[in-house]
């Protein structure tokens, strides 16, 4: 059972991130906690975090950020929901405070983006058609094995609900892609597992896929020794990051251990290879792989990387906003 607490926010709404991958996006944080419960969450590191019982939610998030954005000279592109958290957590207070800030935003002419392991709820649905074109997302998936989501993100929507998020978004008008993020090596990667789910991302119509690896920081090692009590799942999660890589994030955003460099490299080309076969772009994330790829993960998709003809990248902006008065 989690707890649910109002509490009021100290500081700004609209905060960086020292994600790469987020660079020049302001994010939003509707609470602290997330009653999705992802054992292998890297928010259960932060000194803020409250337990995995407990969801501390900013009451006065959408009124603020209302504010923010009217003082500012100029807009930003987009902001980013929830780097620490999910927008679509299954509590009453987390929804309340999405809907409100996001429609504060999409209201001030600034996209919305988000990742989610939740259900999208039909009022959020509306609320994006009638923003076209200004709204991005990532629903999150890496297994269509309902009994192992369950172990590893216990308070998370089902595999169900996730795949219809992304029919449901698209349909919407809302840029969507699944985020495979993290698989974990030889426990959600196999053949038939990958196949499965490359398959259908497709039959859903995602065109892009997101993908990394489990990359362990010490609050992570810790959850996962505490809640998976099979013993020989635990070990198949553990043993391959004994010879692993330890290097900090790309962006400053901390550090951790990675799978060895050839495992991963590996794994990523074969998730190219299964990509190209169900005609999906699959998009290696760079900040927590910087020995083996340096692109972005397209975690948002305010700006996007377009090969000149001399082979160097520019940024493409897809929406162009004014300054606020």
């Known amino acids: 059972m989690v707890t649910v607490r109002l509490i009021e926010r100290r500081g700004a709404v609209l905060t960086p991130s020292g994600l790469a991958c987020l660079a020049g996006v302001p994010t939003v944080n509707v609470s602290t906690g997330c009653a999705h419960r992802c054992i292998y969450c890297y928010g259960r590191g932060y000194s803020q975090y409250p337990g995995e019982d407990v969801v501390l939610v900013y009451r006065d998030t959408a009124e603020r950020v209302e504010r923010e954005l009217a003082r500012k000279r100029r807009r930003p592109l987009a902001a980013y929901f929830c780097p ?23 209201g001030a002419g600034v996209g919305v983006e988000f990742v989610t392991k939740g259900a999208v709820p039909d009022r959020f649905l509306e609320l994006f058609g009638r923003h ?58 196999s053949e038939g597992g990958l196949v ?9 119509g995602a065109s892009d896929v997101a993908a990394s690896y489990l990359f362990l920081r010490p609050a992570v090692t810790a959850s996962l020794k505490r809640h998976v009590t099979d013993r020989a799942l635990l070990e198949r ?45 699959v998009h290696v994330c760079g900040c927590k792989n910087p020995d083996v790829a340096s692109g972005r993960c397209h975690l948002v998709r305010s700006v996007e990387d377009v090969p000149e003809s001399r082979g160097q990248e520019t940024a493409r902006l897809l929406w162009e906003l004014p300054p606020s008065s």
Do not use: W
Request: hydrophobic share 45%.
């Open 84 to 106: 620490s958290c999910d927008a679509f957590q299954p509590l009453d207070a987390v929804l309340e405070q999405s809907y409100q800030s996001m429609a504060a935003i999409l």
């Open 132 to 189: 076209p074109g200004r709204v991005s997302a990532q629903v999150g998936l890496t297994t269509l094995d309902d009994s192992l989501r369950a172990t590893l993100e216990p308070g998370a929507a089902p595999v169900g609900e996730r795949l219809a998020n992304v029919s449901c978004l698209k349909e919407a008008g809302v840029s969507v892609a699944v985020r495979a993020d993290p698989l974990i090596h030889g426990v959600t990667d």
């Open 196 to 204: 499965a789910l490359m398959a259908a991302c497709r039959e859903r």
């Open 237 to 281: 999660i553990l043993a391959p990051y004994a010879q692993g890589c330890r290097f900090a994030l790309r962006g400053g955003a901390g550090g951790g251990l990675a799978l060895p460099e050839a495992v991963r490299s590996a794994a990523y080309e074969r998730l190219v290879r299964l990509g190209v076969e169900y005609g999906l772009q």
